[in-house]
């Protein structure tokens, strides 16, 4: 990571030298050529003018012949300006001088060009007031043609410098392309080519990483699915075991709702054949009211086998039911076991509504509430408080729909009320409760019919006693 960082650190100060260095290069170049442009264009004037100056100056000596021999007045007036354009470019011309050399040849104790311009002048200057002087002309004529090859040398000289300056600064202009080409190929050294091969590292590195990232996710689907299994498994034990408790539950009901009619029917044909032991008559009237209470006993009978066997029926189907069929059949399924536990069941069914839901399901919940009422009520001493269960319906509102079941048990402990619906918490010795039931129930109620299941202790009147009891209130949406 250190390492990285300090590569990464190095390439960023390298690529700031050599952009700072690119820049350098630009400026140089621009600058080279911007001086390059402007010496040429000094040297090309002061060529250009030396030349003129070399050439005027024989020109000028002409017309001075011409002038002394014509008198010709216009002739003498072109003079007097070609000899003012002179010294004007000689100003000039001395103003520029270029280089020591060139100085030297002007003021120099050699060639002292600029003392010769000066006496050239000077002779011109008088021949304007004395034109007529022909030793003054041939003078003139002499002088210039002295002058000519020292002009020549100067107009060389300009030439010369110009063309110094014009190769140093070809040559500043191929330092240039060189410093530049190294500084790209620096680049490409020091910045593309490694940061190209950094990338293509870390392509490598990320796809790995991603296809690690696969493996684990695929590894973390594979436990997830895993534990759903198990969680479902769990899920499955915990139904069958309660459904296992609702079924002993019934199988007990079922002993209670069969011994009522079975002693009917033993009663019955017990009479008659104790009739026929004593010899005496048994009328067909008799005999056929006998069989008809005997067919209504087995009709009983086989009913409550029926609503034995839609219950274990393991139907998941939904349908539209009313809550009060529920209600009804759990009765029917608990209500000998209640009864010959000496329970009163009190139902205030003031309303009713339809819900898509399983009725065994709602049923089994049902019953695993009241099994619970009804284990707490046996505990009570019955000539001291009644055994109550009250079961009531209400619309709540315009969307919730109540059904609560009360009981006058004493409640149920505070310290453990907040526990009761985790599946195996009981209080109950384990040959008589396994804490299925309430998880089941909420399950059921939560998971399988969108409702909340909620408890409290409640205080109430009943018979003018006071009762306390376990209050379940269950709540459907319609
Ligand atoms: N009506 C009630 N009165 C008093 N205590 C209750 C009542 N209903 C439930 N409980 C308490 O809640 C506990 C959990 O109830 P749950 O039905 O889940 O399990 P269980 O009745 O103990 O066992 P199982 O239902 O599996 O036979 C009970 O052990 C009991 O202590
Ligand atoms: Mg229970």
Same mark, same amino acid.
């Given at each position: 990571m250190?390492y990285k ?5 190095n390439?960023k100060?390298?690529y ?9 290069w ?11 442009i ?6 090309a004037?002061?060529i ?10 024989q ?5 001075v012949?011409r002038?002394?021999?014509?008198k010709?007045k ?12 002179m010294?004007?470019d ?8 270029t280089s020591?050399e ?5 003021y120099g104790k050699?060639?002292?060009l600029?003392?010769d311009v000066?006496k ?7 021949f304007?007031f004395d034109?007529?002087n022909?030793?003054?002309v041939?003078?003139?004529? *002499?002088? *210039?043609?002295?002058?000519? #090859? ?8 300009y ?8 190769y140093?600064?070809k040559?500043r ?5 060189i ?16 940061s190209v091969?950094r ?6 590195r ?5 296809q ?5 996710v ?16 769990r899920e499955?034990?915990l ?10 539950e019934?199988i007990?009901?079922?002993a209670?709702?069969?011994?009522? #009619?079975l002693s009917?029917i033993?009663?019955?044909v *017990?009479?008659?054949?104790l ?16 069989s008809k ?7 009983y ?14 139907e ?24 010959s ?10 309303e009713d509504?339809l819900i ?16 619970n ?7 009570l ?27 006058t048990?004493?409640?149920i402990?505070?310290?453990?009320i907040?526990?009761?619906?985790e ?6 010795h ?6 299925i039931g309430l ?10 019919h ?13 018979n003018?006693?006071t009762?306390k009891?376990?209050?379940f ?6």
């Amino acid at each position: 990571m250190v390492y990285k960082m300090k590569t990464i650190f190095n390439i960023k100060i390298t690529y700031a030298i050599l952009i700072a260095s690119l820049i350098f290069w630009a400026f140089f170049a621009f600058f080279t050529m911007n001086q390059l442009i402007k010496t040429q264009e000094v040297y090309a004037k002061l060529i250009n003018i030396s030349g003129k100056q070399r050439m005027l100056s024989q020109k000028t000596a002409l017309m001075v012949k011409r002038v002394n021999e014509s008198k010709d007045k216009l002739l003498f007036k072109h003079l007097k300006e070609i000899i003012s354009l002179m010294k004007r470019d000689h100003h000039f011309l001395l103003e520029n001088l270029t280089s020591d050399e060139i100085n030297k040849i002007y003021y120099g104790k050699k060639y002292n060009l600029n003392g010769d311009v000066e006496k050239y002048f000077s002779l011109l200057d008088n021949f304007l007031f004395d034109s007529g002087n022909v030793k003054l002309v041939e003078s003139i004529l *002499s002088f *210039s043609f002295d002058l000519l #090859p020292k002009l020549d040398f100067a107009v060389n000289k300009y030439e010369k410098e110009s063309e110094m300056y014009t190769y140093a600064l070809k040559q500043r202009e191929l330092f240039i392309l060189i410093g530049t080409l190294l500084t790209i190929l620096f680049e490409a050294v020091l910045i593309v080519i490694p940061s190209v091969k950094r990338i293509i590292k870390t392509e490598k590195r990320l796809k790995e990483l991603n296809q690690n990232l696969e493996k684990k996710v695929d590894e973390q689907k594979k436990l997830i699915l895993e534990e759903h299994e198990k969680v479902k498994k769990r899920e499955k034990t915990l139904s069958d075991q309660s459904k296992l408790i609702s079924m002993g539950e019934m199988i007990g009901n079922i002993a209670h709702q069969w011994r009522q #009619p079975l002693s009917v029917i033993t009663t019955i044909v *017990s009479g008659i054949n104790l009739k026929l032991d004593y010899g005496q008559k048994v009328f067909e009237k008799e005999l056929r009211e006998a069989s008809k209470q005997i067919l209504q006993q087995a009709d009983y009978l086989s009913k409550t086998i029926d609503d034995f066997r839609d219950f274990i029926k393991s139907e998941k189907n939904y349908s539209e039911i009313k809550i009060t069929e529920v209600i009804k059949k759990t009765l029917s399924l608990v209500d000998a076991s209640l009864k010959s536990n000496h329970i009163k069941i009190e139902t205030k069914i003031d309303e009713d509504i339809l819900i898509l839901g399983n009725i065994n399901e709602l049923s089994q919940a049902l019953i695993n509430i009241i099994k619970n009422s009804k284990d707490a009520l046996v505990l009570l001493d019955e000539k001291k408080s009644e055994r109550v269960i009250f079961i009531e319906t209400k619309k709540l509102n315009s969307k919730e729909f109540l059904l609560s079941i009360l009981d006058t048990a004493g409640g149920i402990q505070e310290e453990i009320i907040d526990r009761i619906f985790e599946p195996y918490f009981t209080t109950k010795h384990p040959t008589v409760g396994t804490g299925i039931g309430l998880s089941m129930c909420d399950k059921i109620i939560r998971e399988r019919h969108k409702g909340v299941i909620f408890v409290e202790n409640r205080e109430f009147e009943y018979n003018n006693k006071t009762y306390k009891g376990a209050y379940f209130k269950i709540i459907f949406n319609y």
